[in-house]
């Protein structure tokens, strides 16, 4: 076997996914890493098979890209570069030490992703480790402080506390519109240059806008944003309702119901804490399913529509577009042309 160059948007779906050598990886990790070094039991050999990349988005913004297999065994050392790491994996499973502080990310029972957020304010040993056959689909960006300072200003000092303490670690569990983001970035349409960076980084700030509002909620002192701990608690509850498809036909009194509050409550409790209605959401969740369908199952347009609660087809494919920049029948497409 013979290792090949690495396109924008290869993958371990497509037919002809590349081979990646230790020279391969080190090329690519060079920008967000020193001391690389790739540990496997022969020499001179591929050691993954798919996508494994690093993109710069922005000054202070990166991200690193996953979705390959590994084809030996394979131990990864690194020096990583401070900065706030945002990690999320889709499929797969990623075993991963930042400081000595092990993680184990991917899908837990139920379907949820698991990913974790990682402040690291000086050069940290990093090591990923998998066994021959393991299958690893992740993203994981890198949010300099500068970066995070400019953008954020005097906002969330909460999620600025967590950066700047060294190795703190956020386990999170995210929702399907994550997951969504997640499956964009790993396989984004085929664009000019200029274009699929920009599709990238608006992905990855999607991506980082809803990981940063897991994070400060996390952090918030109860009542901080007028709600208690149990009321907040309540809140995810739904939010989970929402995501699961269990409450695609529930009314807006079933869904108070189910979470023991009245609908005025729910309404303001809800809107608090995630920012948006809750049939704002729900429409939001339905929209992620039917594209993630649309893209693993090659269901048609018709029954992707259905899927996200829409009668008429023409309805879907334009709010489609509006939430992800492009038809509906790009993203089956993507799929078989993987």
């Not at 994550?178 to 990855?204: C, G, H, I, K």
């Amino acid at each position: 076997m013979t290792s090949v160059p690495l396109g924008r948007n290869a993958c371990l779906q497509s037919d002809a996914a590349p081979l990646l050598d230790e020279l391969a990886l080190q090329q690519r990790a060079c920008r967000s890493a020193e001391n690389y070094a790739v540990v496997a039991p022969r020499a001179n050999q591929p050691v993954f098979e798919g996508l494994v990349d690093t993109v710069r988005l922005a000054e202070g913004l990166s991200l690193h890209r996953v979705d390959a297999r590994d084809l030996l065994g394979v131990a990864i050392h690194a020096d990583l570069q401070p900065g706030l790491r945002i990690a999320l994996t889709v499929g797969g499973k990623a075993d991963v030490s930042y400081g000595g502080y092990r993680l184990l990310l991917g899908p837990r029972p139920g379907g949820r992703a698991y990913g974790a957020m990682v402040a690291l304010t000086e050069s940290t040993p990093f090591m990923r480790q998998s066994r021959r056959g393991d299958i690893e689909r992740s993203v994981c960006l890198t949010l300099s402080e500068s970066w995070l300072r400019q953008r954020l200003g005097d906002a969330l000092p909460s999620c600025l506390a967590f950066a700047r303490q060294h190795l703190s670690v956020y386990p999170w569990t995210a929702p399907a519109q994550t997951v969504a983001l997640v499956q964009q970035m790993l396989t984004p349409p085929e664009l000019d240059e200029a274009l699929w960076r920009m599709y990238l980084e608006s992905r990855s700030l999607d991506f980082v806008i809803q990981a940063l509002t897991s994070l400060s909620g996390a952090v918030l002192a109860p009542g901080a944003n007028g709600l208690r701990r149990r009321e907040r608690t309540r809140m995810e509850q739904v939010r989970d309702l929402l995501e699961s498809g269990q409450a695609d036909e529930m009314s807006l009194v079933d869904i108070a119901r189910h979470a023991c509050v009245s609908v005025n409550t729910l309404q303001r409790h809800f809107r608090a804490v995630w920012g948006k209605t809750v049939f704002a959401y729900l429409r939001d969740a339905r929209l992620a399913r039917a594209r993630m369908a649309l893209e693993r199952d090659a269901i048609s347009v018709t029954q992707a529509a259905l899927m996200a609660g829409y009668s008429s087809p023409a309805n879907f494919a334009t709010a489609f577009r509006q939430q992800y920049g492009i038809p509906p029948g790009h993203a089956g497409r993507r799929r078989a042309t993987d």
